[in-house]
């Protein structure tokens, strides 16, 4: 079992660049969810999908799209990417509500 | 609003110290409540959780008690070692909810 996928590892994006996070997961997991972690900030929800075809916002949702075509993919676009998207992101998927989430290894974002 | 406030770090403490880091809850309703460990370029890993009032999680030698009645989950284990060092999160999720709010994280140092 790989559980949640994430690529690339690491990245460096020049600002006004547009780009795709992969996310996937083999656990057949209805919810996903994308993160950033920013250092004293924790982390924060960006978007979230509770099954195939259905995405919201999350707490800093801004320069950021998802879509969820299928249950095992949830990729983050950002659009035009600036310095103050640096960050690392992490994709998580759970059964369901009331249940703990399993998590990427993350994604190394530095945008120059 | 739900919110998760835990004691800031770093923590630093020699090995075989007793551990105990803070997490008290804002909610309105019954949250399941999670602590996760994130070591050095890894990703988030569930360590323990509880799912009702008065439940005790438990792993690794880690503890945390669900107290409603302080709204508190704190982290605890007896003996601590070198390999405990890492940064660790408590979060809480509402059973009709779909997202996970995390406090900011406290990183734990131990020394040798």
């Known amino acids: 079992n790989a559980g949640v996928t994430q690529t690339p590892k690491f990245q460096v994006l020049k600002t006004g660049q547009s780009m795709t996070l992969q996310c996937a997961q083999d656990?057949?997991?209805?919810?996903m969810s994308w993160y950033r972690q920013d250092p004293g900030m924790g982390l924060r929800l960006i978007h979230y999908?509770?099954?195939?075809?259905?995405?919201d916002q999350g707490e800093v949702p801004n320069g950021y799209n998802v879509s969820r075509s299928t249950t095992e993919d949830f990729p983050l676009r950002l659009l035009s990417a600036a310095p103050s998207q640096t960050s690392v992101y992490f994709c998580?998927?759970?059964?369901?509500?009331?249940?703990?989430?399993?998590f990427g290894q993350g994604t190394r974002l530095t945008v120059v | 609003g739900n919110s998760v406030t835990q004691m800031e770090g770093p923590v630093t403490l020699s090995e075989e110290a007793f551990l105990t880091i803070n997490c008290t809850y804002t909610?309105?309703?019954?949250?399941?409540l999670f602590w996760y460990v994130q070591y050095p370029g890894e990703g988030l890993q569930l360590l323990l959780k509880?799912?009702?009032?008065?439940d005790k999680g438990s792993n690794k030698g880690f503890e945390a008690t669900y107290r409603k009645e302080t709204t508190s989950f704190h982290l605890e284990k007896g003996s601590v070692q070198v390999s405990d060092s890492a940064v660790y999160f408590c979060?809480?999720?509402?059973?009709?909810?779909?997202?996970?709010?995390f406090g900011k994280g406290t990183r734990l140092h131990i020394l040798p």
């Open positions: 979060a809480l999720r509402m059973n009709r909810d779909d997202k996970i709010i």
């Open positions: 909610a309105t309703g019954y949250p399941s």
């Open positions: 998580a998927s759970s059964w369901g509500m009331n249940t703990e989430a399993f």
């Open positions: 999908s509770v099954g195939a075809g259905i995405t």
């Open positions: 509880a799912t009702k009032a008065d």
């Open positions: 656990m057949n997991h209805e919810y």
